[in-house]
T-cell receptor, first 111, second 111 residues
């Protein structure tokens, strides 16, 4: 079982819709959870991080964490074509900073 | 100027050659990382360093070595390149606040 699992997609949504990206992780001791966005041919950049159960909102983005079920999700409201990218879920387990990345979900926002 | 730089940006080499990828950062971070990214496999950690005197193997260190010349510099070497080391390589830094800042990447092709 992979430590961090994501559906590789592509996930296609129409412009203006809500895109929902999901990630599951295997280590129950995981403490920190991250979403990175990676445009084709570019390096990953952080969108959000979340530590506690529940929701965290930043503009059009909402990260949701459920530690009991070991999943973390990213919602993108009012999706725009510029949101088309690969979204990487990353999880940090343990006291030292070793982050494990999922393979990423490719999102396509259709105009 | 970019905070994390990598050289070269693209490299073509032949099987058996030794090559070095270099990373420099101006963020003042102690922690530095080397990842490789392959289609379908995501980002995988090769080596990481929490300070100049600390070097740690990641999940796929075989065939690679690193050198932390200074706080700002972290180099990755392929002692004898092989075709399955063809990949996109990223250097990253972190200040311990858990956000990783990636360089622009190096595309390596081993023939």
């Amino acid at each position: 079982q992979k430590e961090v699992e994501q559906n590789s997609g592509p996930l296609s949504v129409p412009e203006g819709a809500i895109a929902s990206l999901n990630c599951t992780y295997s280590d129950r001791g995981s403490q920190s959870f991250f979403w990175y966005r990676q445009y084709s041919g570019k390096s990953p950049e952080l969108i959000m991080f979340i530590y506690s159960n529940g929701d965290k909102e930043d503009g059009r983005f909402t990260a949701q964490l459920n530690k009991a079920s070991q999943y973390v999700s990213l919602l993108i409201r009012d999706s725009q074509p510029s949101d088309s990218a690969t979204y990487l879920c990353a999880v940090r387990a343990g006291g030292y900073q070793k982050v494990t990345f999922g393979i990423g979900t490719k999102l396509q926002v259709i105009p | 100027d970019a905070d994390v730089t990598q050289t070269p940006r693209n490299r073509i080499t032949k099987t058996g050659k030794r090559i070095m990828l270099e990373c420099s950062q101006t963020k003042g971070h102690d922690r530095m990382y080397w990842y490789r990214q392959d289609p379908g496999l995501g980002l995988r950690l090769i080596y990481y360093s929490f300070d100049v005197k600390d070097i740690n193997k990641g999940e796929i260190s075989d065939g690679y070595s690193v050198s932390r010349q200074a706080q700002a510099k972290f180099s990755l070497s392929l002692e004898s390149a092989i075709p399955n080391q063809t990949a996109l390589y990223f250097c990253a830094t972190s200040d311990g606040q858990e956000t990783q800042y990636f360089g622009p990447g190096t595309r390596l092709l081993v023939l």
